[in-house]
């Protein structure tokens, strides 16, 4: 069953700040305090820059800062790479689906849920199938499954703005706490 887009109304103000991830006082500083922090970053404008130089604690450091400020509520964009096939192997060992030279930020990305799990936060980490695309015509609402997925799951459309909508969702009324789970279309 899809789900339909909270109101954030009065009772639910949302203030959005810019702040340099990379620098974990300004952020700390910037998030300190926050009901509910939506962390969708990425150091990485290019494939190209994912193999040079690549900071693979990045994404651990974020959810370090965040977790010394004591954010009540972190919601994350996954990367679905680290999604794992109902045999136990991970999306990202399939080299049809992620490129082999990309490895080494799919394993920053993994690096970033253990921290998730070690850290006190409540968190959701929202991962969208590998069918995310601007080019999707939106859907009729969407769907939370296991982080767990079959191929057609994998395989299945989403568009950013739904994508959206589920992560405003779990800001206003989470559902998934301390767990990744897959963004679908309804």
Do not use: C, K, N
């Not at 970053?41 to 690549?54: G, H, R, V, Y």
């Not at 680290?82 to 394993?107: C, I, K, N, Q, S």
């Not at 921290?115 to 939106?138: F, I, M, N, Q, R």
């Not at 939370?144 to 079959?150: E, F």
């Amino acid at each position: 069953m899809g789900r339909a887009a909270p109101s954030l109304g009065a009772a639910h103000p949302a203030r959005v700040v810019a702040a340099d991830a990379t620098d974990p006082v300004e952020l700390r500083r910037v998030v300190a305090g926050s009901r509910a922090v939506v962390v969708a970053i990425t150091p990485f404008s290019s494939p190209e820059e994912l193999t040079a130089d690549l900071d693979r604690d990045f994404f651990a450091g974020v959810v370090r800062t965040l977790d010394l400020a004591r954010v009540a509520r972190v919601v994350g964009i996954g990367l679905f790479a680290t999604l794992v096939w109902r045999d136990g192997t991970r999306v990202m060992d399939d080299p049809e689906l992620f490129p082999p030279f990309l490895h080494g930020y799919g394993e920053s990305r993994l690096r970033e849920i253990a921290a998730l799990e070690a850290s006190d936060l409540d968190w959701a980490l929202l991962t969208p199938p590998a069918g995310l695309s601007e080019d999707v015509d939106e859907s009729d609402g969407y769907r939370l499954g296991s982080h767990h997925v079959s191929e057609g799951e994998l395989r299945s459309s989403l568009d950013y703005d739904t994508l959206a909508l589920a992560v405003v969702a779990e800001v206003v009324r989470p559902t998934a706490h301390r767990e990744q789970v897959v963004v679908l279309p309804a």
